[in-house]
Structures are given as C-alpha cells and as structure tokens.
C-alpha cells in the first residue's frame, strides 16, 4: 500500500520552470512504477510521465523535451522538473502509483492501471 503527497504547485509564466515532487510512504516504492497525470477545467486526466522502478521513462509527446520525470528512492520521492512551461500546460497535477512496470507508453499512459493517487496540485502558467 502506498500514500502520495504532491508539492511544489504554483504561478508562473510562461517560459518558466517548476520542480513537482511526489512523496511516497510504504516499503514497496522502489518496486512501484511512478507517473504524473495532470487535469485542466472540462477535460479528462491525462497521462504526463511515467517512470518504472527500474528508471525507464516515459513521456507524452506535449511535454517531451520540456519535462523530466525522476525518482530518489533514499528519499521516497519523484518529481517531475517541468521546463518551458507554456499556458496550456495549467492543469492539477497528479502523482500515481501503480503495482506493475509499464512495459508500453500506452500502459503507461492509463490511469486505469494505477493503483494509488495523490491529491493533486495546482500549476499555473500565465502569458
């Protein structure tokens, strides 16, 4: 069983940068894949990043080369650095947990195949 905590959310503008961490609690993250989600007002939760216990990542083609997801298992946290940030990137951002490695981009990208979620945090990119 795993917890998540996100931090790190706020204002900035665009062309700006933001570092989210994820904190986690339970004996099992290191063996845990990690992504982020976020989830902009009317629309759907949609996959970010994904980062499986043995470090392979994926990434949605909206932020490839923008963001970098990573993890420091002596800390129990993920974060994801988010670079160049543009107005439409505005979203809640969500940490999640699944017990399975993501062997595809596109089970990465399932939030159906998530286990845990954190509660989310606010970025908010202005022009």
């Known amino acids: 069983q795993v917890h998540l905590v996100e931090s790190g959310g706020g204002l900035v503008q665009a062309g700006g940068s933001l570092r989210l961490s994820c904190a986690a609690s339970?004996?099992?993250?290191?063996?845990?894949?990690m992504g982020w989600f976020r989830q902009a007002p009317g629309k759907e939760r949609e996959f970010v990043a994904a980062?499986?216990?043995?470090?392979?990542?994926y990434y949605a083609d909206s932020v490839k080369g923008r963001f970098t997801i990573s993890r420091d298992n002596a800390k129990y946290t993920v974060y994801l650095q988010m670079n160049s940030l543009k107005p439409e990137d505005t979203a809640v951002f969500y940490c999640?947990?699944?017990?399975?490695?993501?062997?595809?981009?596109?089970?990465?990208?399932?939030?159906?195949?998530?286990?845990?979620w954190g509660q989310g945090t606010q970025v908010t990119v202005s022009s």
């Open positions: 999640a947990a699944s017990r399975v490695t993501m062997a595809t981009i596109e089970r990465a990208a399932d939030k159906n195949r998530y286990d845990y």
């Open positions: 339970g004996r099992t993250f290191s063996s845990h894949s």
């Open positions: 980062i499986c216990w043995s470090g392979m990542t």
